[in-house]
């Protein structure tokens, strides 16, 4: 399974843009990059799945460039409540039990107001 | 029903009981999976199943004994735990019929006296 980087943390203030960059050198041609949620003492939560180009769903935007070696997720115009940890997963999904399992350190996002 | 329930929320057992975890889901999924995370440590995948088999597990102790009776439950059977297996355990599902995400439950807060 691919392996991902990200920033340990990351500071923002209410109504700016967010974006946290994962890096996966060594994604393959099957995977997919996944970016979960996660509020302490809580389960993940998917924001946001891709495979290359842009993705936008309601709450972000996923850009992955041609070479796929790194993507980067979106947060527009956040707010307190988007204080969490960030994970960004990458593997495969193709009907598979063996989708994206591993998570790597993720990045800790602080809103201040 | 898009949720996946675990009960207990909170549990507290000494060293030489016995406990169950247990999780459940209502949505179809074939894949179900247990996760240990340790305070500000990402989320570590202990087992996987697939239509009700064990497919994976991460070379988890023997203290830890997972059962799926059917599609819809996943049950975690406890018994002599340490106290360094104290750690909010996650339970998920996800289809395996397309790329999709996992979904993940609430967890239980284990401390083990």
């Known amino acids: 399974l691919a392996k991902t980087t990200q920033p340990i943390s990351m500071d923002s203030y209410e109504g700016q843009e967010v974006n946290i960059t994962c890096s996966h050198n060594?994604?393959?041609?099957?995977?997919?990059i996944t970016w979960y949620q996660q509020f302490p003492s809580q389960g993940p939560r998917f924001i946001i799945q891709?495979?290359?180009t842009k993705v936008t769903n309601e709450v972000a935007s996923l850009f992955i460039p041609a070479d796929r070696k790194s993507s980067t997720l979106s947060l527009p115009r956040v707010s307190l409540s988007d204080t969490a940890v960030y994970y960004c997963?990458?593997?495969?999904?193709?009907?598979?039990?063996?989708?994206?399992?591993?998570f790597g350190k993720g990045t800790k996002l602080s809103v201040k107001p | 029903d898009t949720e996946v329930t675990q009960t207990p929320k909170h549990l507290v057992m000494g060293m030489t009981n016995k406990k169950s975890l247990k999780c459940e889901q209502h949505?179809?999924?074939?894949?179900m999976y247990w996760y240990k995370q340790k305070a500000k440590k990402p989320p570590e995948l202990m087992f996987v199943y697939s239509y009700e088999k064990l497919s994976i597990n991460e070379s988890v102790p023997s203290r830890f004994s997972p059962e799926c009776p059917n599609s819809s439950l996943l049950n975690l059977h406890l018994h002599a735990l340490q106290p360094e297996d104290s750690a909010l355990y996650l339970c998920?599902?996800?289809?395996?019929?397309?790329?999709?995400?996992?979904?993940f439950g609430p967890g239980t807060r284990l401390t083990v006296l």
């Open positions: 060594n994604i393959a041609t099957n995977d997919y």
């Open positions: 998920a599902s996800r289809t395996l019929a397309r790329a999709d995400e996992q979904f």
């Open positions: 949505m179809g999924h074939r894949a």
């Open positions: 891709g495979y290359k």
């Open positions: 997963l990458v593997g495969g999904n193709y009907g598979g039990s063996q989708g994206n399992l591993i």
